[in-house]
């Protein structure tokens, strides 16, 4: 299983950016999907999870703010991120897990995002 992940870039605080995480391997649909984020000098911080059926998981710095969808006919998750603030600033990752990868994780390399005020 191989993950990309796209869509980072500069943005200014309130503005909005849509990553993308598009998988490679076959039974996409059956694991969860997850986004987490790192920024210098701190630890991986969970972003947020959407499950197989479609249930969502936020981390409470981003709740109300992030939106995860996925769509199984592209074997893409999608996180829809509003009201940026400089504190979002880090490299995001994607991670998948579930069935379809026998409950091992993989990870994607990740994309920049930098908020500025």
């Known amino acids: 299983v191989q993950l990309q992940a796209s869509g980072g870039g500069l943005a200014q605080a309130g503005g909005s950016l849509r990553l993308s995480c598009v998988s490679s391997g076959s039974g996409f649909s059956k694991n969860s999907m997850g986004w987490y984020r790192q920024a210098p000098g701190k630890q991986r911080e969970l972003v947020g999870t959407i499950a197989s059926d479609g249930t969502t998981n936020y981390g409470d710095s981003v709740k109300g703010r992030f939106t995860i969808s996925r769509d199984n006919a592209k074997n893409t998750a999608y996180l829809q991120m509003n009201s940026l603030k400089p504190e979002d600033t880090g490299v995001y990752l994607c991670?998948?897990?579930?069935?379809?990868?026998?409950?091992?994780?993989?990870w994607g390399q990740g994309t920049q995002v930098t908020v500025s005020s």
């Open positions: 991670n998948t897990v579930g069935i379809a990868t026998s409950w091992k994780f993989y």
